[in-house]
């Protein structure tokens, strides 16, 4: 018989709310990106001083990576792999901002997407298989082809995989864990109808 | 604790995103990197804007910043020696 893969579980943070596996976990009004960040932040209790110093779309990273893992057990093999369409544009002119007074290398290091991956990585201890990938809009055909392929190989024993997109303080994450063990059979219609309508 | 000193912290504080960190739990003697404040490669470098920007001190030998930020009492005493502005 065909081994199978399931998304195991799920995180989504989209305007002022934060949802795990369908059901709302945190929400506020907060206006200001950083400040709702922090909320969350806040929220699930991180000890984390390192947090502060990392752009928008790691943070956001950081958080919903967060929630899986606090919630599963993991291997340190697990793949991450994550698509966007913004890429690091917002950390890109927050550096070409500082570059006209005095070049900030807080800000340059962020200056490059897959700096999420090392980040939650460093968290949470991962050393298996990363990729970031940059599409239009989030293209589940080829993160469910990516993503199966790795587990089929047995590159990884499970992956973290989805959407991580970040501009003019707009944020839309969508990470979801795939796993041998599940109920929700991972495939590109199941991928698709959870982003958009869960 | 002198007023540089004080301005130090705040500064230090403020650019290297110290979130949850006031100027009193910064000890003037404290190690900066290692086990003190436990700051990073990346912060070093951010150290050096900052001498640069606020103070108008430019490192020619980036070496020069492991002896200068040992701590924060070092740092001043490095600023009030070579500070032109």
Same mark, same amino acid.
């Given at each position: 018989?065909?081994?199978?893969?399931?998304?195991?579980?799920?995180?989504?943070?989209? =305007? &002022?709310? !934060?949802? +795990?596996?369908?059901?709302?976990?945190?929400?506020?009004?907060? #206006?200001?990106? =950083?400040?709702?960040?922090?909320?969350?932040?806040?929220?699930? &209790?991180?000890?984390?001083?390192?947090? +502060?110093?990392?752009?928008?779309?790691?943070?956001?990273?950081?958080? #919903?990576?967060?929630?899986?893992?606090?919630?599963?057990?993991?291997?340190?093999?697990?793949?991450?792999?994550?698509? &966007?369409?913004?890429?690091?544009?917002? #950390?890109?002119?927050?550096?070409?901002?500082?570059?006209?007074?005095?070049?900030?290398?807080?800000?340059?290091?962020?200056?490059?997407? =897959?700096? !999420?991956?090392?980040?939650?990585?460093?968290?949470?201890?991962?050393?298996?298989?990363?990729?970031?990938?940059?599409?239009?809009?989030?293209?589940?055909?080829?993160?469910?082809?990516?993503?199966?392929?790795?587990?089929?190989?047995?590159?990884?024993?499970? #992956?973290?995989?989805?959407?991580? =997109?970040?501009?003019?303080?707009?944020?839309?994450?969508?990470?979801?864990?795939?796993?041998?063990?599940?109920?929700?059979?991972?495939?590109?219609? &199941?991928?698709? +109808?959870?982003?958009?309508?869960? | 604790? @002198?007023?540089?000193?004080? %301005?130090?912290?705040?500064?230090?504080?403020? $650019?290297?995103?110290? %979130?949850?960190? $006031?100027?009193? *739990?910064?000890?003037? *003697? %404290?190690?900066?990197?290692?086990?003190?404040?436990?700051?990073?490669?990346?912060?070093?470098?951010?150290?050096?804007?900052?001498?640069?920007?606020?103070?108008?001190?430019?490192?020619? *030998?980036?070496? $020069?910043?492991?002896?200068?930020? @040992?701590?924060?009492?070092?740092?001043? %005493?490095?600023?009030?020696?070579?500070?032109?502005?």
């Amino acid at each position: 018989m065909q081994n199978q893969d399931y998304i195991k579980d799920w995180v989504k943070i989209r =305007n &002022n709310r !934060v949802f +795990h596996c369908g059901s709302l976990l945190f929400e506020n009004k907060e #206006a200001d990106l =950083n400040k709702f960040l922090k909320c969350v932040y806040s929220e699930l &209790n991180l000890d984390y001083p390192k947090f +502060h110093k990392m752009d928008g779309l790691s943070k956001l990273g950081i958080l #919903a990576s967060e929630i899986l893992f606090t919630s599963n057990s993991f291997s340190e093999e697990t793949a991450l792999i994550f698509s &966007n369409k913004s890429s690091s544009l917002e #950390a890109d002119r927050q550096f070409q901002a500082s570059t006209e007074s005095f070049a900030s290398p807080a800000l340059f290091v962020y200056t490059l997407p =897959n700096i !999420v991956l090392g980040e939650i990585s460093i968290k949470f201890n991962l050393k298996g298989e990363n990729a970031f990938f940059v599409s239009e809009k989030f293209d589940t055909e080829l993160i469910t082809d990516y993503t199966s392929a790795l587990l089929k190989e047995e590159k990884a024993p499970q #992956a973290v995989c989805g959407w991580l =997109n970040l501009q003019n303080d707009e944020y839309d994450v969508f990470l979801c864990l795939i796993s041998s063990r599940g109920k929700t059979l991972f495939s590109e219609e &199941n991928l698709e +109808h959870l982003y958009y309508f869960e | 604790m @002198t007023n540089l000193h004080t %301005e130090l912290k705040k500064s230090i504080i403020e $650019q290297l995103n110290l %979130e949850d960190m $006031q100027v009193e *739990d910064i000890a003037s *003697d %404290e190690p900066l990197f290692g086990d003190g404040l436990g700051l990073d490669s990346i912060d070093a470098l951010e150290l050096i804007v900052l001498l640069e920007k606020d103070y108008g001190i430019k490192l020619t *030998d980036p070496t $020069q910043g492991r002896e200068i930020f @040992t701590s924060v009492n070092r740092m001043a %005493e490095f600023i009030e020696e070579n500070r032109t502005k």
